[in-house]
């Protein structure tokens, strides 16, 4: 695992935005897997400005996304669909029909989850992984458990979560209950990963994910038995790491 210190957030999104870029200029076709949240706002800022500057070219790119609120319609503003359009996807020259994210509307759980595992590996899998982590370590929407979930499935989010995404809505009781998310298979199954950090509240859990056992209890453990992560975190997402594992830190 690879852990790069950036000063602040601009620098964060800035560097992680470089490598999905150079991830599309070498291989035009490529699969992207995608996040959604605060975290990745800047990156996708980035990633638009090249495209309209730089003529970065998304038009062989398929994206797959992590996750997605369970029973949200694609219309409602806190919904994944939403957001990847209004940050992204409407900026940038990517096919819709390239654009792929869980369907927070299917009722059957159990269809669409087989439906996205089915698509993951119909694209031939993920070429570069983007990923946020959360104050409990969860990556996705995988939270902590007593075992790790391999494959796409539709999870109980916990208050921790809930209480975390409030910001997004006008009240608490309005946050979903539930979610489709890719399992720590799906992810660990993508050739590069890139996990960004920023803040000093993500400081225990990436301190946690980087120098603590490998456990499902912090999902994002998980992440230590991929050969190919980057974690791009800056100064003070890195507090607890730089005291108690300064080697660790490129």
């Not at 859990?205 to 791009?232: E, R, W």
Request: one cysteine or more.
């Amino acid at each position: 695992m690879k852990v790069i210190a950036v000063k602040d957030y601009a620098d964060m999104s800035r560097r992680a935005s470089a490598l999905i870029a150079a991830q599309v200029a070498l291989k035009p076709n490529c699969v992207l897997g995608l996040a959604t949240g605060s975290g990745p706002v800047g990156i996708y800022q980035q990633l638009a400005q090249w495209h309209k500057t730089e003529h970065l070219d998304f038009s062989r790119v398929s994206t797959v996304n992590l996750d997605e609120y369970f029973g949200l319609d694609k219309t409602s503003p806190q919904s994944y669909y939403y957001f990847m359009r209004e940050h992204l996807f409407k900026h940038i020259n990517i096919q819709p029909e390239n654009t792929h994210i869980p369907d927070g509307e299917n009722q059957d759980q159990q269809a669409e989850c087989a439906r996205y595992n089915r698509l993951i590996s119909s694209l031939g899998g993920i070429d570069l992984q983007l990923l946020g982590i959360g104050h409990n370590g969860h990556i996705a929407f995988n939270e902590p458990s007593e075992h790790f979930e391999p494959k796409v499935h539709c999870v109980s989010l916990t208050q921790d979560t809930i209480e975390a995404n409030q910001r997004f809505f006008d009240h608490i009781n309005q946050v979903p209950k539930k979610a489709y998310t890719m399992g720590i298979g799906n992810i660990l199954n993508a050739r590069k990963i890139i996990l960004i950090a920023s803040g000093e509240v993500k400081a225990d859990a990436i301190c946690k994910m980087i120098a603590g056992p490998v456990h499902p209890g912090l999902p994002a453990s998980a992440l230590q038995l991929h050969n190919d992560v980057t974690v791009i975190a800056d100064h003070a997402a890195l507090t607890l790491l730089k005291e108690q594992a300064p080697h660790l830190i490129d």
